[in-house]
């Protein structure tokens, strides 16, 4: 193998951590086992949050994964936040969600799709809102204050507070009472 190609796409370690690793932490953190955090300089943590089994939470070497108080994150979740992530207070992710914001940008069709540049998009998802299981939130997206997000779906535009969406691309439902 060419050891150019090794150097340049070196690992970004081994995902373990520990308090003093992170940007902030708060009190009562509960990491389940299988934990992975990548570059925890980048993430801020507030107070009482869960986060279930085998979650990964891959921050960037710039922007932030800011993550509220009192949130729960089910297990097997996988956060990237090379364009940055923003969860609020009381926020409640299910199982599998997943939240990307970067995607690589469309380019010559004699270059592999993965080699084009990268595009970054800020996802935030406001206090009180709930992800289904097995989302997946894709970047740019914002999630309003109280929105619930249905099992499976694939959110691909903002989504208003109070407001109930589901579906691939998700839609809006109704909005809550």
């Not at 009381?90 to 080699?115: E, F, N, R, Y």
């Not at 289904?132 to 694939?154: N, Q, R």
């Not at 691309?169 to 909005?175: F, N, S, T, V, W």
Request: proline share 3%; hydrophobic share 40%.
């Amino acid at each position: 193998m060419d050891i150019r190609f090794q150097k340049k796409y070196l690992t970004h370690g081994s995902g373990k951590f520990l308090r003093r690793d992170f940007r902030e932490i708060g009190k009562n953190i509960v990491f389940e086992k299988g934990v992975l955090v990548f570059h925890a300089n980048n993430i801020r943590l507030g107070e009482n949050i869960y986060i279930g089994h085998n979650t990964i939470l891959k921050a960037y070497h710039k922007n932030e994964m800011v993550i509220g108080n009192h949130t729960w994150i089910g297990q097997g979740c996988f956060f990237h936040s090379a364009g940055g992530i923003e969860i609020g207070k009381a926020v409640g992710i299910g199982p599998m969600v997943k939240i990307l914001t970067s995607t690589h940008q469309d380019g010559p069709l004699d270059k592999p799709v993965m080699s084009n540049d990268l595009a970054f998009g800020k996802v935030i998802i406001e206090d009180g809102a709930d992800i289904g299981t097995g989302a997946i939130i894709l970047p740019g997206v914002k999630i309003g204050e109280g929105a619930i997000i249905g099992a499976g779906s694939v959110v691909t535009k903002d989504v208003p507070s109070y407001h109930v969406v589901a579906g691939v691309p998700a839609q809006i439902l109704r909005k809550r009472k």
